[in-house]
């Protein structure tokens, strides 16, 4: 019995020594998954980031384009304004000449 128990127990201690070589294995497994998956994650965030700059970059320039677009229409708009009252002005002056000439020069 003596020698059963021996055998049994030398059994048992190759049994745990296998076990705890599987659980080496796996913890190391495990560390090279998680940093597989640390490197894809830091990768996806990048790309990310460069299409976020992009998208950023494109609605910036589209934003400048509006602006310009903007300003020039009000330009024009503004450049009408002077100009009619340019007319304005300038028939006032006519006028204002005429009457002027009219008092001085009866």
Known sequence: MDTKGETLLQELATQERALVSKVEEAKKEAAQIIDKAK??????????????????????????SEAEEARQ???????????????KAKANQDKAVALLMERVLP
Do not use: P
């Open 39 to 64: 490197q894809d994650a830091t990768k996806v965030n990048e790309e990310a980031i460069k299409e976020a700059e992009s998208l950023a970059a494109k609605a910036a320039e589209a934003l400048q």
């Open 73 to 87: 229409a009000i330009l024009s708009e503004v450049g009408l304004i002077v100009e009619s009252i340019n007319v």
